[in-house]
Nanobody, 123 residues
């Protein structure tokens, strides 16, 4: 089992920045992947980015590439989502998730989920 706790959401103006954190506990392996997803009201859950604890694979969605960066701190069992140049369209609940194995985009193959943190970007 893996437990995930997110933090760092909030309200920010367009063009601003936020950094989300996700701390993992439990049975964690270097081959595990940590992913970030978001879900806006009335929309499906969307892949944002992911990284393996081993650091050998990282992926970002095209919609956030160049603005968002996923990173990890293995010593703290924490992954981060640095979000720059935020847009109102980035408003959503952001979720951290974990899976055993390689980086993938599909939410359905992630086994563990955090509670989510709200990000609101005002225009």
């Amino acid at each position: 089992q893996v437990q995930l706790v997110e933090s760092g959401g909030g309200l920010v103006q367009a063009g601003g920045s936020l950094r989300l954190s996700c701390t993992a506990s439990g049975r964690i392996f270097s081959t595990d992947t940590m992913g970030w997803f978001r879900q806006a009201p009335g929309k499906e859950r969307e892949f944002v980015g992911a990284v393996r604890w081993s650091g050998d694979d990282t992926l970002h969605a095209d919609s956030v590439k160049g603005r968002f960066t996923v990173s990890r701190d293995n010593a703290k069992n924490t992954v981060y989502l640095q979000m720059n140049n935020l847009e109102p369209e980035d408003t959503a609940v952001y979720y951290c998730a974990a899976r055993r194995g390689v980086v993938v985009r599909a939410a359905r193959v992630y086994d563990y989920w955090g509670q989510g943190t709200q990000v609101t970007v005002s225009s």
